[in-house]
């Protein structure tokens, strides 16, 4: 896969959460993986719903359109369950969350191996990886 694509998973803020741009808890219909962006270099943008129960939409006219996966500019609104925003927002709030604190080595623990992420389907070639 080449370089140039960054992919940001959307959820709800918990404990069990590994979004990397989290929504507030109060955000009860917005899942804790709800919704996947991703960003090539030439500045076009994908969002991909991961399965939500309450959906992923774009704004088209005066209503709103159900998609799995969708083509968006930074500035249109989606909805993300009842959570509106825009994905310029979303990308904004990312920087404004505070980052976990780097971890201590503790020697007398073994360190845990990494857990591989499970396989996502790439929204421009539709290839799994």
């Keep these: 896969m080449s370089g140039d694509l960054k992919v940001f998973v959307v959820g709800r803020s918990s404990a069990a959460s590994d979004a990397d741009i989290r929504l507030p808890?109060?955000?009860?219909t917005v899942g804790r993986r709800h919704l996947e962006i991703t960003l090539g270099n030439s500045?076009?943008?994908?969002?991909?719903?991961?399965?939500?129960?309450?959906g992923t939409f774009i704004r088209t006219g005066p209503g709103w359109k159900r998609v799995s996966q969708a083509a968006v500019g930074f500035e249109d609104a989606i909805r993300i369950g009842d959570h509106v925003s825009?994905?310029?927002?979303?990308?904004?709030?990312?920087r404004e969350q505070p980052r976990p604190a780097p971890r201590k080595n503790v020697t007398e623990k073994p360190a845990k191996p990494a857990v591989a992420r499970s396989p996502r389907r790439n929204p421009l070639t539709g290839v799994i990886e």
Aim: a negative charge.
């Design 43 to 54: 500045g076009n943008c994908h969002i991909v719903d991961l399965g939500s129960r309450n």
């Design 25 to 28: 808890a109060s955000e009860d």
């Design 86 to 94: 825009t994905v310029g927002q979303l990308l904004a709030l990312r």
